[in-house]
């Protein structure tokens, strides 16, 4: 195929993914999910067009923009597929990329949220290691599978607290979620977009335990041993 | 970071520092010159020097490192001692670039060790330079062993069949020697060796040593290929040097944690290399984690140095993780991107208290390095592909990677099936488009917020 029409059909297809669904729709919920879910230490005297204001306003572009690309190229149900393949370590390594890019903006502080992150990267990545390939398929099957999804679940309850932070922080919890939904870790249908509220509830509840860092914890240990599991099967 | 203070008069400064930046410059345009005259042939003049097309992608781009790292530094200490150690060091690493066989590559090896010692000193380093001096001279141990393991062959392919593999003993002392160079380039100066750590002015320099070290064993690929056990026990070193730079980034103080950084972009050259001899994908994998890592030797001290350059070497990654994978190095295949992003967080924190403004030779590094990775199709078809061609000795011909010059880069087996795809490009555009319009949402957000602060002040 000649380039330029190569690269034609690749915008043709993302406009819609990126400003529709599922970027557009995915921006749009992480941006309330970041003006409902507070830290508990902010001001709320602010009122809620304030706040939104200010979560936009102090957005951190080159994040945000690193993982709304992130959120439009999932391979979700009911998404056309894109005219070039885009592999696992693509997905991960863009939404790292924002990660980093709100680490870059941050203080020392704040370092608390690295873990989860890289146990949800960890844990994506391990199904891999039974594979032959990084292209992303129906690779998550049984227990790495169950593993791998239920380290994300608990990685995803470990950052519930780094939502309220800002947008991109939200996109990006919304994208982990969306990545392990996309690669068949989570359960299909129904039962895997329930995994979405399940994991609000969750993390609400360890936040008001304080327990958000052995949620942690767990996490790595789920992705460690779904990394484990995979070893121990043969490649294919 | 406190930059030494300045010696001489400004204005002598500056423009010393320009001419030793020009001459380098100069230098790297000459080798340039060489691509096109040498049509693809390799010049040998035995028993001194051989180009080829990885010891010109190399000369050059150390060339043009070390023009982008000299010009700051002799702008601070001014010229004439700083021009001459810059160029002991440029003539130690292009002797290394373009070296016949392994005393050669041993002798550049040092004359840029002695350059980098006597380096720190100038810059007031707490290490004293004999120190310093017996530290960056002690890998040559490794290097004369490894010569006499070996017998010193010339770095070039065989003349006609298949070359007998290196035995797992010189494996061994190649990847002791790539080690060894890495980790005193690592440690002398950075406070780690039980002295204080010296002008933070010196750090670009370390780096650029160690993030050249893995060159020995890309040098031992033009000739043969790793015996089985031999490749092996490169993933396994390589790796292990790799979580040695995290640890050191999670234990150590600022500085040595800026340091780890590069370490690890060996570490992961070395996985690379090991691997190459199954998958030729992994060599050019392991030739862009060594190039495009040059950019974070230019960068660094910078606030975006970490993400900037874990942007550039991503494509590298991404071609390692799928030869490692390839290869049934499934673990390399998992961890290097974890590994990879915990190293730059970690790292960051660096970032905070070192952070300097903004030089244009860091500006020109950072854009081509963002540009690469966007476009890696250039990179590869144009750079790595000739590179990775004069490895033809000990790397196969790479056939499965394939570029698609309008949305990224993918490998595609003999079989037809793609078990990874990169839409370098196509990723490009979407950051690209996300970050206008959130620019311009941003823009309009805070003129409204600065509006209703207005009027909530006002009631």
Same mark, same amino acid.
């Given at each position: 195929m000649n380039p330029l029409a190569g690269f034609s059909d690749w915008a043709l297809a993302l406009l819609p993914r990126l400003f529709l669904y599922p970027g557009g729709l995915a921006l749009i919920g992480a941006l309330l999910l970041a003006l409902l879910l507070p830290?508990? /230490?902010?001001? !709320?005297? $602010?009122t809620t067009l304030h706040r939104a204001l200010h979560l936009v306003a102090h957005a951190n572009i080159p994040a945000l923009a690193c993982v709304w690309a992130a959120l439009s190229i999932l391979p979700l149900p009911g998404v056309s597929p894109l005219p070039f393949p885009v592999d696992r370590f693509s997905i991960l390594a863009i939404t790292a990329m924002s990660l980093l890019f709100d680490f870059t903006a941050k203080? =020392?502080? /704040?370092? !608390? =949220?690295l873990w989860p992150n890289v146990a949800i990267v960890l844990a994506l990545m391990s199904? &891999?290691? *039974? $594979?032959?390939?990084? &292209?992303?398929?129906? *690779?998550? =099957?049984g227990v790495i599978g169950y593993l791998a999804g239920a380290a994300v679940l608990a990685g995803l309850v470990g950052l519930f607290d780094s939502m309220g932070e800002g947008w991109s922080q939200a996109a990006r919890w919304l994208a982990w979620w969306g990545v392990a939904f996309a690669l068949s870790m989570l359960p299909a249908g129904v039962w895997g977009l329930l995994t979405l509220p399940l994991a609000l509830g969750l993390g609400w509840g360890a936040r008001r335990l304080a327990w958000s860092r052995y949620v942690a914890l767990l996490a790595w240990l789920l992705a460690t041993s779904a990394l484990l599991t995979a070893l121990l099967l043969p490649p294919g | 970071m406190t930059d030494p203070e300045p010696t001489n008069s400004p204005i002598m400064q500056s423009r010393a520092a320009l001419w030793l930046a020009a001459f380098l410059l100069l230098f790297a345009l000459l080798q340039l010159a060489l691509v096109p005259l040498l049509g693809g042939r390799d010049i040998e003049v035995a028993p001194l020097f051989r180009v080829d097309g990885l010891g010109l992608l190399f000369g050059t781009a150390w060339t043009l490192t070390l023009a982008a790292v000299a010009f700051p530094l002799a702008r601070h200490r001014g010229g004439g001692k700083t021009g001459l150690l810059t160029g002991l060091i440029g003539l130690g690493l292009l002797v290394c670039a373009y070296a016949h066989n392994m005393v050669v590559l041993a002798a550049g090896w040092a004359l840029a060790g002695v350059g980098v010692s006597l380096m720190l000193d100038e810059l007031g380093g707490s290490t004293k330079r004999s120190r310093a001096m017996f530290a960056l001279l002690n890998p040559l141990s490794a290097f004369v062993f490894l010569a006499l393991v070996t017998g010193s062959p010339a770095f070039a392919p065989p003349a006609g069949g298949v070359a007998e593999p290196w035995q797992p003993i010189a494996v061994v002392a190649a990847t002791l020697a790539v080690v060894f160079t890495a980790t005193r380039g690592f440690v002398v #100066?950075? #406070?780690?060796? #039980?002295h204080e750590a010296g002008e933070p002015a010196d750090t670009p320099l370390r780096a650029l040593y160690v993030l050249a070290a893995p060159y020995t064993l890309a040098k031992m690929l033009v000739t043969a290929p790793w015996h089985p056990v031999g490749a092996w026990l490169l993933v396994l070193l390589g790796m292990l040097a790799l979580l040695m730079g995290l640890y050191a980034a999670y234990v150590s103080q600022t500085r040595q944690r800026d340091s780890a950084f590069g370490y690890s972009l060996v570490g992961i050259a070395i996985v690379g290399f090991g691997i190459a001899v199954n998958s030729p994908l992994a060599a050019v994998g392991a030739t862009w984690v060594m190039l495009l890592g040059l950019s974070w030797v230019v960068? +660094? #001290?910078? +606030?975006w140095a970490e993400a900037v350059t874990f942007v550039a070497i991503s494509p590298g990654l991404w071609m390692v993780s799928q030869a490692a994978l390839d290869t049934g190095y499934g673990v390399v295949a998992v961890l290097i991107l974890p590994a990879c992003i915990l190293l730059a967080v970690l790292t960051l924190s660096a970032r905070h208290e070192t952070a300097r403004g903004w030089y244009w030779p860091g500006v020109v590094a950072a854009m081509l390095s963002v540009v690469a990775a966007v476009l890696p199709q250039t990179v590869i078809e144009f750079i790595l592909r000739p590179a990775v061609r004069a490895m033809a000795g000990g790397v196969g011909a790479l056939t499965t990677l394939t570029v698609d010059w309008g949305v990224g880069t993918l490998v595609r087996t003999a079989q037809g099936t793609v078990p990874a795809a990169l839409p370098a490009t196509g990723l490009g555009l979407a950051v690209l488009l996300a970050g206008m319009l959130l620019y311009w949402l941003k823009q309009l957000a805070e003129r409204a917020a600065q509006r209703t602060d207005g009027e909530t002040q006002a009631e």
């Open positions: 830290r508990p /230490n902010s001001d !709320s005297a $602010q203080s =020392e502080r /704040n370092r !608390s =949220e199904p &891999v290691a *039974a $594979q032959r390939g990084l &292209v992303t398929g129906p *690779a998550a =099957e | #100066g950075s #406070g780690l060796d #039980g960068v +660094r #001290g910078w +606030r």
